[in-house]
């Protein structure tokens, strides 16, 4: 099994351009999650799914979309990047929302 | 005030020490506890989960004071292996699961 895996790895973006982030778990999770983590400040969620179909806002949802189209993909988009949405993007997956959550090896964007 | 709370550290000991983390929340309906460590440039990863009556694994051992709402880590014997960062993990149970992460606190351990 793979486990949670991430694209792109790196990316650097212009101000006011566009990018989807992909993940993917193949442990036939239900709930799914973006996260940003900036040097300090800890991991803060973005927007999260509880199933197929489903999404939430989470904690900094703000300039931020995501879709949940099928199951095992969660999806993060940013419409018109901005240079405060330079980070280190994860995505984690846990079968209950009560457990463990297994986290994507990241994405590190940079927006000049 | 935030929800979990670490000192940031950094935590520098030499091989061989013993060394604690400590970790408070504010939510008393917090239900469920974790360690994570994250190693730089990586990804967290589950260390332990937190049980009241407390749990060990190897070097490794994790208390829950819920009448004080704090969690603690102890690590004895250091090996250099174990510097990375560890993060405090609480989930809140109010209608939805809520997962909160501490800031982490930063350990070095040196020869």
């Known amino acids: 099994n793979a486990g949670v895996t991430q694209t792109p790895k790196f990316r650097v973006l212009k101000t006011g351009q566009s990018m989807t982030l992909l993940c993917a778990q193949d442990m036939n999770h239900e709930y799914m999650y973006w996260y940003r983590q900036d040097p300090g400040m800890g991991l803060r969620l973005i927007h999260y799914s509880v199933g197929e179909g489903t999404t939430a806002k989470g904690e900094v949802p703000d300039g931020y979309n995501v879709s949940r189209l099928k199951k095992q993909n969660f999806l993060l988009g940013l419409e018109s990047a901005a240079p405060s949405q330079t980070s280190v993007y994860f995505c984690?997956?846990?079968?209950?929302?009560?457990?463990?959550?297994?986290f994507g090896p990241g994405t590190r964007l940079t927006v000049t | 005030r935030k929800e979990v709370e670490q000192d940031p550290g950094p935590f520098n000991v030499p091989e061989g020490a013993t060394v604690a983390f400590n970790c408070t929340y504010s939510?008393?309906?917090?239900?469920?506890f974790f360690w994570y460590r994250q190693d730089c440039r990586k990804e967290p990863k589950l260390l332990m989960s937190?049980?009241?009556s407390g749990n060990e694994d190897g070097r490794f051992t994790a208390q829950l004071n819920r009448a004080s709402q704090y969690i603690s880590l102890l690590i004895r014997d250091s090996k250099l292996s174990d510097s990375a960062t560890y993060l405090c993990?609480?989930?809140?149970?109010?209608?939805?699961?809520?997962?909160?992460f501490g800031a982490g606190t930063r350990l070095f351990v040196k020869a």
């Open positions: 993990v609480v989930i809140l149970n109010t209608g939805g699961f809520k997962t909160i």
């Open positions: 937190v049980y009241s």
């Open positions: 984690a997956s846990n079968d209950r929302g009560i457990d463990e959550q297994y």
């Open positions: 939510n008393s309906a917090s239900q469920s």
